[in-house]
Structures are given as structure tokens and as C-alpha cells.
């Protein structure tokens, strides 16, 4: 057998090799995904939506057959179907079916119906965030109620300032199917027996004596109960968390290897996510915090420690670190990390359930600002799923970011060792090298 010969059939051979093993792909959707985005695949948050469907649903989307621009919404729609068969999908074109479209009501390209069991919700565009939330809408009857407080200085759930408002942290329970509404809650106002959660969003100040027993009530008939805390703030709320098993300290946590690469040292990536319980079990990412305080379960036969910061961090009951963002480990008067800062509990009353408290050592990363960083949203999303009693919509969820814009958060330890390899190492080994290539040609004549 000639080479050319052996050549060729040995290119006939990869390419069949390689076109059954496609076709075996498509046939079993089986997908690797080497994106940055990780479009190509579902993420776990959206495989768990799918695997609790147990109803039929139907998608239809009016998309234009020539465009171009809708092949990923045809491929997100092919890889739902894949994950979950009673997911059925049927793409129209707009101008080819005028009489379905009426029907829908649809007058322009890119809009999809999704329907079960008489329910339906239309949107336009979507991606996998909107088709889930479509998808949760229509096979839950009942939309679970959110509340959160006002009165005490909390961060209000509609306000749109950049830094301190929560209007995004709105806007993602109620894609999540939430309904949210606000609650000042006094001795004739109780939690509704409709809440399936109430939120405490960085109250400024304790709320009265009527409201703090107005929360324990409903947390002993079973509700749930989400606390952001911000550091040296609400001593009454955290004498009622420490009864009910969970210990807000009054430090403030520093860190200065994980904070951001040139940023100060009280924002921080927290690195220890307990993966025994579902909230920090599911982030793909650790939550980016900032101006923190500790919060450790007091009994851990009772409660959960969720989140802890690293090795490298300290707690100090300096409250100057808070305006100059810059601390110092003082040996007598700080103490060494590891430091929780996020637990939960689970609290015996009367209701059908037991009562479950979270609390979290920071209310920034539910804030505008920080909600898309990290796994941020998750941890919040969670929580709260995690409260109603929702834990099939626990999860992590795609990331939220632009095609061909990558987030990339660095430690300040990160940081100073990716300037010794790049900026040191590497110009002093190609140095090396070349030292020793001339003292060879020197040695050698």
C-alpha cells in the first residue's frame, strides 16, 4: 500500500469517526461547552426547574426562518426539550401563519407563548433566565408572596440608586415568580399568613418592640425569615436572633488577601460555602461581601454556618476600618480567621413546619451594585427559595453578562502573584536562558 494511499484512507477514517460521534451527540444530547458564557449548555438551576415539571408545556415562538439570529433561541429550545420531554416547542413564521398569530395576539418576530394547563406568559428574545421564569409561571398555580420591611431604615426593594438600592434584587424574585410587597409591621400589623417569607434588608435602626415580636411569632408558626445585617447596627434584632440560635457579632470583618486586587480591605470574595446546606451549596461562585460582620450559628446541632471568610482574614472591633477601608491585624485586641459570616436555623414551633431564620453578615451584596458579582445573586435568590420552601428553584443560575464580556474578579493575593510571574519570573528565566545560551557558544568557540 502506497503512503498517499494509507493517507487517504486514514482521513476517510477520522472523518466517519468524526460525523458518528456528531450524530451520536445530537441523537443523545450529549454536549461539551467550551464557551466562556457556557451558553451551549443548561445550567444546574435550570436542569432542577425542568426536572420538577410535571406537567405538559408548550412553547411557540414566532421567529423568522431566514434570520440568522434566532439559531440560539431554536438551540435553547432544543436543549430544554432534551432535558425535559413534556417541554414541546413548535417555531412559526410570522408571516407564513397570520392566523395563529392573531390568535396569540403577536405583531413582530422573536415573540414566544409558553402555556400550561390554561396558564400561558408571553415574552420577547428570550434567553434561559426569561424561558425558566416563563416556564415556573405557568406550571405553579400559586404565586408565593414576599414581604419585606420598612419603617427601620431598611433598603427599599423599589429604590434604583446605584449603591444602596434593591430595585434589581425586585426584579430577580419577581422573575422567580415572587410576588413582593412592603410590610410595617406594628402590634395590630402581623406578618400575612400569605407571606412565604419576609426580608429585613439592612435596617438602619431596631424595629419597635411590637415588630420584633410580630417576627417571632411568625417564626414560630413556621414562616421564614431572611436578615441582612450591616455591622454596629440593631442590638434589640440581634438579641431576638440570638434567642433563636444564631450570634451576630459586633466586629467588622477584614480581609487582605481576598479583597479586590487594588480595592479596600472590607469588600471581599468569602471562599468557604458549606456544602451541606443547599443556599451556599449551590453557588458556582463565592459571594463578593462588603463592610461585614460576623454571624455563626450557636449551637451546630442546631444551625448552619454557611459562609467563611479566609484563613487570611480578622475581626477587629475597630469601627474606623469602616470610613478609611484600610486595617491592620493588632495582636490583643483583634482575633484570626477564619470568620463565619451567614447562618441559618431552624426554629420548633406551632406551625406545620419549623420556623427558618438566615442571616446574613451584610446587606451591600443584595444591592444594586454588587448583585450581578460573583455568586451574589445566587446566594440571595437561594436564600429566599430556601425560606418559602421552594428548593426546586435552588440553584446556580447561567451568568448574567454581555456575549464576549467576561467578569474577572481578582484577589489582591492573586494579584501580587500574577505581577511576580509576569512582571518577575518570566523576563528572569527568557534572561536566564539567554545568559546560558552565550556562555555556551562562549565555552564551545
Do not use: K
Not at 320 to 331: D, I, N, P, Q
Amino acid at each position: 500500500m502506497s503512503r498517499w494511499l494509507a493517507t487517504l484512507i486514514g482521513t476517510l477514517a477520522c472523518a466517519v469517526a468524526l460525523v458518528c460521534a456528531q450524530r451520536l451527540a445530537a441523537r443523545t444530547g450529549w454536549r461539551v461547552d467550551l464557551t466562556p458564557e457556557r451558553r451551549s449548555v443548561l445550567s444546574a438551576h435550570a436542569r432542577g426547574i425542568l426536572a420538577a415539571v410535571d406537567a405538559p408545556v408548550s412553547v411557540t415562538a414566532f421567529l423568522r426562518a431566514d434570520d440568522p439570529r434566532n439559531r440560539d433561541i431554536e438551540d435553547l429550545l432544543r436543549r430544554v426539550r432534551a432535558a425535559q420531554p413534556l417541554v414541546q416547542f413548535r417555531i412559526l413564521d410570522l408571516n407564513r401563519n397570520p392566523a395563529l398569530a392573531r390568535e396569540f395576539g403577536v405583531d413582530a418576530y422573536g415573540a414566544v407563548a409558553v402555556e400550561s394547563d390554561g396558564r400561558r406568559r408571553d415574552f420577547a428574545n428570550p434567553d434561559e433566565p426569561t424561558l425558566m421564569a416563563a416556564i415556573i409561571q405557568v406550571t405553579r398555580p400559586a404565586r408565593p408572596r414576599v414581604y419585606a420591611t420598612a419603617g427601620n431604615g431598611e433598603r427599599r426593594l423599589g429604590d434604583r440608586e446605584r449603591r444602596n438600592g434593591f430595585s434589581a434584587a425586585n426584579i430577580a424574585l419577581i422573575n422567580e415568580r415572587y410576588e413582593v410587597g412592603e410590610l410595617r409591621l406594628d402590634a395590630d400589623t402581623p406578618v400575612p399568613d400569605d407571606a412565604a417569607a419576609l426580608i429585613l434588608a439592612g435596617p438602619e435602626r431596631d424595629p419597635p418592640p411590637a415588630a420584633l415580636q410580630q417576627i417571632d411569632a411568625y417564626l414560630r408558626r413556621g414562616g421564614g425569615v431572611l436578615v441582612l445585617l450591616d455591622p454596629a447596627r440593631t442590638p434589640a434584632l440581634v438579641a431576638l436572633l440570638q434567642r433563636h440560635g444564631i450570634i451576630a457579632g459586633d466586629e467588622i470583618v477584614l480581609d487582605s488577601d481576598r479583597r479586590l486586587f487594588a480595592g479596600d480591605y472590607l469588600t471581599m470574595l468569602v471562599p468557604g460555602r458549606n456544602p451541606a446546606q443547599p443556599v451556599s451549596a449551590n453557588l458556582s461562585a463565592p459571594p463578593l461581601l462588603s463592610a461585614v460582620r460576623p454571624v455563626r450559628a450557636a449551637d451546630a446541632d442546631a444551625g448552619v454556618d454557611l459562609l467563611t471568610t479566609s484563613e487570611s482574614s480578622w475581626r477587629t472591633p475597630d469601627r474606623s476600618v469602616l470610613a478609611t477601608g484600610v486595617g491592620e491585624l493588632v495582636a490583643g485586641r483583634d482575633s484570626r480567621g477564619p470568620v463565619a459570616v451567614a447562618a441559618s436555623v431552624e426554629v420548633a414551633g406551632d406551625g406545620p413546619r419549623p420556623g427558618r431564620l438566615l442571616v446574613v453578615g451584610d446587606a451591600d451584596f443584595a444591592a444594586n451594585l454588587l448583585l450581578d458579582y460573583a455568586g451574589n445573586r445566587d446566594l440571595f435568590l437561594n436564600a429566599v427559595d430556601w425560606l418559602a420552601g421552594e428548593e426546586a428553584l435552588i440553584g446556580s443560575r447561567p451568568p448574567r453578562q454581555l456575549p464576549g464580556v467576561n467578569q474577572l474578579f481578582i484577589s489582591a493575593a492573586q494579584g501580587e502573584r500574577i505581577f511576580w510571574l509576569g512582571a518577575v519570573a518570566q523576563p528572569a528565566a527568557v534572561l536566564l536562558c539567554g545568559l546560558l545560551v552565550v556562555a555556551y557558544r562562549r565555552r564551545s568557540g
